[in-house]
């Protein structure tokens, strides 16, 4: 038998609080039971009346459709039973749209079919990445794999589904879990309730944590999870505080190239913005005092140079990326959702940062004063101070690419590609991190680039030095601008440590070292 099975909140403890009563009023009528059974339960269905497909009458003005008669009917189950004190919905047809989503117990399918799935023998896994590009993607292999196989960043991916084999016949022949668990079984109804309680404990165990432990890491709240509206209102204390390092602005989707400018509004309330960043965002809420610094009451729409939509209106709090601690745990923003973070795993992230080398002191990079209003001005002045080469806006064409790449903003005489950014957000840290993976990968895989950028150095060091002469092996440094104290690793937003760990490792595959360095910046 395939069954869709829902485990229910440990708050819903009686079967009356179900199947709300527009269900009821909508045609679900609850049926007698006429044998006892080893468990309380309640059983509801909704037996739609037939009626024509929407697409008949569209048909029927160039074709006979009357004759044919025909007719869709949909049938909705809904069998509740209460095991060990924990009710449990088991759902055929449309029945699962009778339960409310607030009810569900979220990722019970997921952890019962992880911890009970042979780790080798995975065929479909469901994934999003948390990110300020969202990629949701299915992924189906015809024959049974590790996670491994299925090219996944277990760091940047969260896991929505999982189907597999189990590692026993005697528990199911198939398992599929996301909120629900989708089982292939040998059941009679009479013996529901100790395959219930056998799932009950299955989705207690911790056997998961072995090969699948990540899945911790990134965990979406629900829509109707208690702790959203704490968070929304540290968010927008932090907007009211005009923070600047637990809060960004990032892009849904990568802007178009026709982008000119950003409408910001709230009523009548209205400004236009060349770029939208949290600057831009609070300096709408400071020009408009009496508006509240709530991104789900403020809208933004992008526009091309004519003034005609190009990026649809949306909420701002879309747009929003933020960083919450709340008892001792982690939250994080992005793309409109909530997510909670391991505690362990947020420790692990930032030691793996404190251990890259930090070439601060080395470098000894010249303070970002408040006068340099643009980083061009910050890389000509370090440029002029260190006797740098400064690549900063002077690109290099890379056939087969679209358009050109920036190869670094500064090249030191010991062949440090030096990528420089003020933290102002984790877009910008984004396309810093991106720029000296990219440049690396061109430089070890593109001859008509490395050679390019050998000609540059020669010609601007002449003949001190020698670009293949250098006996240390090139270097991407992440110079980064900030006004907060303490480590990089303490003080960069959370996703862009995780994001900086990526990126580093294609600069080592590249064949580069890396290195990280703090630039002193004065406060705006």
């Known amino acids: 038998m395939k069954l869709t099975v829902y485990l229910l909140r440990d708050s819903i403890t009686e079967f009356g609080q179900v199947v709300p009563e527009h269900h009821q009023a909508n045609g679900y009528v609850r049926l007698p039971l006429e044998e006892e059974l080893p468990f309380p339960c309640e059983a509801w269905v909704q037996a739609n009346r037939p009626k024509p497909p929407s697409w008949v009458p569209w048909l029927a003005s160039a074709f006979d459709m009357e004759a044919l008669d025909l007719k869709n009917q949909s049938n909705s189950f809904v069998l509740l039973l209460k095991v060990d004190g924990r009710i449990f919905a088991v759902t055929f047809g449309y029945g699962s749209n009778a339960i409310p989503r607030p009810s569900i117990e979220p990722d019970f399918g997921l952890k019962v079919t992880l911890n009970e799935v042979d780790p080798q023998a995975l065929n479909m896994l469901d994934t999003r990445t948390v990110d300020r590009v969202s990629r949701q993607r299915r992924t189906h292999l015809n024959v049974g794999r590790s996670v491994n196989e299925f090219d996944i960043s277990t760091d940047m991916d969260w896991i929505r589904m999982v189907s597999g084999r189990p590692l026993s016949s005697g528990f199911a022949r198939k398992l599929a879990g996301s909120d629900s668990l989708k089982i292939s079984m040998d059941c009679a109804i009479k013996d529901l309730g100790k395959h219930c309680r056998a799932l009950l404990k299955t989705y207690k165990s911790k056997t998961y944590k072995k090969h699948f432990g990540f899945i911790d890491h990134l965990r979406p709240l629900k829509a109707q999870d208690p702790l959203l509206p704490v968070l929304e209102l540290k968010l927008v204390e ?251 690793a303490d003080t960069l937003f959370f996703f862009s440590l995780v994001n900086l760990l990526q990126h580093i490792a294609q600069v080592r595959v590249a064949g580069f070292d890396v290195a990280l360095c703090k630039i002193e910046r004065d406060a705006a």
């Open 238 to 488: 932090l907007l009211e505080a005009r923070d600047h390092e637990l809060v960004a602005i990032a892009y849904p989707e990568i802007p178009d190239e026709r982008l000119s400018s950003w409408r910001l509004w709230k009523g009548r309330k209205k400004a236009l913005y060349e770029d939208l960043d949290i600057e831009r965002v609070y300096d709408f809420l400071d020009r408009h005092p009496e508006v509240p610094a709530d991104p789900n009451k403020l809208q933004v729409l992008g526009l091309d140079e004519d003034g005609n939509e190009l990026v649809s209106q949306d909420r701002l709090h879309r747009y929003v990326v933020a960083q919450v601690e709340h008892e001792d745990a982690t939250y994080v923003l992005s793309l409109g959702h909530w997510f909670r973070v391991d505690k362990d795993y947020v420790a692990n992230i930032r030691k793996k940062v404190r251990q890259l080398p930090d070439v601060t002191g080395i470098l000894d990079l010249p303070r970002w004063q408040k006068s340099m209003r643009k980083e061009e001005e910050y890389n000509e002045h370090t440029g002029s101070m260190k006797e740098w080469l400064v690549l900063d806006r002077k690109m290099i064409h890379v056939e087969g690419r679209d358009g050109k790449v920036e190869a670094c903003d500064l090249l030191s005489r010991e062949r440090d590609f030096i990528h420089v950014k003020d933290m102002k957000d984790s877009a910008t840290l984004s396309h810093l991190f991106g720029q000296g993976s990219v440049s690396a990968t061109l430089f070890r895989s593109v001859p008509a680039y490395a050679e390019e950028l050998k000609a540059r150095y020669q010609a601007f060091y002449g003949g001190k030095v020698a670009f293949d002469a250098v006996k240390s092996p090139p270097r991407v440094v992440y110079a980064i601008a900030t006004t907060k104290e303490g480590e990089l």
